[in-house]
């Protein structure tokens, strides 16, 4: 029973919208405003980058490099956001929301990890759309 009280502390603290923590916030903004070397800097040193089309990115460096190469004309827009705060003060977010370029437009989700340090550990991001309506294919 006391694991079950402690869980359902757990999901007492999951809330929905707006965004509360604040490097979570801070990714979005650092992204929409192309500043892309402080998105890497709130990544943990290991930290990891899942995204739809590439391998795993892990660590600063390469995550900065990605970022600058792929996301220059891109517009990330969160909608609703989940976040859950452990005992131990880790945090699991789920955000969903929108990717916007010049070329597609898609509902896309974001899965985050921080550890005590409020560091990214891991963002998995994940397109809601299919890739025949990224490409126009079902007009």
């Not at 976040?83 to 974001?110: C, H, K, M, P, Y």
Request: glycine content about 4%; hydrophobic content about 40%; charged content about 20%.
């Amino acid at each position: 029973m006391v694991s079950s009280l402690s869980h359902a502390a757990v999901l007492d603290s999951v809330k929905s919208d707006p965004i509360t923590e604040p490097v979570i916030s801070e990714y979005f903004k650092t992204i929409n405003s192309a500043e892309f070397e402080k998105t890497a800097a709130l990544f943990a040193p290991h930290g990891e980058f899942h995204t739809p089309f590439t391998p795993e990115l892990i660590g600063h460096n390469a995550i900065a490099l990605y970022l600058s190469t792929q996301c220059q004309e891109i517009t990330i827009t969160p909608h609703k956001s989940k976040i859950q705060r452990s005992d131990n003060g880790t945090v699991e977010a789920n955000i969903t929301g929108t990717i916007a370029t010049s070329l597609f437009r898609s509902d896309a989700s974001w899965q985050f990890s921080l550890n005590t340090r409020q560091e990214i550990l891991c963002v998995k991001v994940k397109f809601l759309t299919s890739v025949r309506d990224l490409l126009g294919l079902n007009a």
